[in-house]
């Protein structure tokens, strides 16, 4: 028995448990130690230089496979992308696509480069790809409450009959706003009162357009002798996506007509503008549509041709859809919006250029 108990075996199984707990030791010794090595690493990819030294080197394809994963580029966004960045040299896209001044010095480039090869179609995806971009930025730098709005910034309250009043953030402090009033605002049925619960709109620096839901607090005279209005503090901001492209005001005039729908034999429809003209305001403008002011009672769900004038841009001719008019009882007159029906490529892009000041 006492033979048994020192044989070999024994002295193997005696050793096991050792063996286990030494290896298991030196497995979360390697473990700790890539741990450790991870750290290292990640630490020296968020310093200032390894930041700088990345941002500031030229765009490689896994710079683009990485951007188009993560903010869900199409290929063909991404190809377009790519060889946007390897024409012009551009730096790393994956931390400056959503600078838009500088992605915008090489969009520039390349507008002017098709322009001068008429390759129109490739114009449009061009500014299809700079109207993403935008569009997911401003997704991701939406504002999120009322604390965000910066002083200076311009709010609007519309009332009843189309009447819109301006109001001026002077003081966007911990507990509350504090407004400007519209000198003729004071005193008229379209004035809310202290407690009202009223929504207002304001225009972010990136022209995104936002609704802010808040409460009056009280009114009060200022310190420059102007009415004020103070509001509550307000986590019920959104942002309004509707809009399919960016608009920019105009102000030119604008002829427009209704028009005279013509059936062709296999079913194809054109249209022909009507004999009457009529001379409208034309307010703002973007590759979708633009907005018509004008005095005639013109309502929804007519077609109108429409000749257009914007700065430094041709003279064109469209087709568009009146989606909506609407009258201000005040000023007795109509804005039109209208979405284009037809309208020359070349235009549409010249719209574009416009938009983007290019």
């Not at 130690?33 to 968020?46: D, V």
């Not at 990485?66 to 931390?95: G, H, M, P, V």
């Not at 604008?254 to 503008?273: D, N, Q």
Request: aromatic content about 10%.
């Amino acid at each position: 028995m006492n033979g048994a108990t020192g044989s070999p075996l024994a002295a193997r199984q005696t050793a096991l448990p050792y063996t286990v707990m030494g290896a298991a030791l030196i497995g979360l010794a390697v473990v700790f130690l890539l741990w450790l090595l991870w750290r290292i690493l990640q630490k020296r990819k968020e310093s200032p230089e390894y930041i700088a030294a990345q941002k500031n080197r030229p765009t490689t394809i896994k710079d683009i496979q990485a951007l188009s994963k993560r903010i869900s580029l199409s290929r063909q966004e991404a190809l377009l992308l790519y060889n946007l960045c390897f024409r012009y040299k551009a730096r790393n896209i994956l931390y400056s696509w959503n600078e838009f001044e500088f992605i915008d010095g090489f969009f520039r480039e390349e507008f002017f480069r098709l322009r001068q090869k008429e390759a129109e179609s490739d114009i449009f995806d061009l500014f299809k790809l700079r109207t993403r971009l935008e569009k997911i930025s401003n997704s991701q730098k939406a504002i999120p409450s009322s604390h965000n709005i910066s002083e200076g910034q311009t709010l609007i309250l519309p009332a009843s009959g189309g009447r819109v009043y301006a109001f001026k953030i002077k003081k966007n402090e911990q507990d509350s706003i504090t407004l400007e009033m519209p000198p003729n605002l004071e005193g008229t049925e379209f004035c809310p009162k202290p407690l009202d619960k009223i929504v207002m709109t304001f225009m972010s620096k990136q022209s995104v357009l936002y609704v802010l839901s808040t409460r009056v607090i009280r009114f009060q005279r200022g310190t420059d002798g102007s009415q004020e209005m103070v509001i509550r503090h307000s986590n019920a901001v959104s942002m309004q996506n509707r809009r399919q492209w960016r608009r920019e005001n105009v102000g030119n005039q604008c002829v427009f007509s209704a028009v005279e729908e013509i059936e062709g034999k296999r079913g194809e429809v054109s249209y022909s503008p009507k004999e009457n003209k009529y001379e409208g305001k034309l307010a703002d403008v973007s590759a979708g549509g633009c907005m018509i002011q004008t005095k005639l009672p013109i309502k929804r769900d007519q077609k109108l041709w429409i000749k257009i004038s914007i700065p430094e841009k041709p003279e064109f001719e469209a087709i568009g859809l009146i989606v909506s008019a609407q009258k201000n009882n005040e000023t007795e007159v109509y804005s039109l919006h209208i979405s284009f029906i037809e309208i020359p490529p070349e235009s549409r892009n010249d719209i574009l250029a416009y938009v983007y000041k290019y």
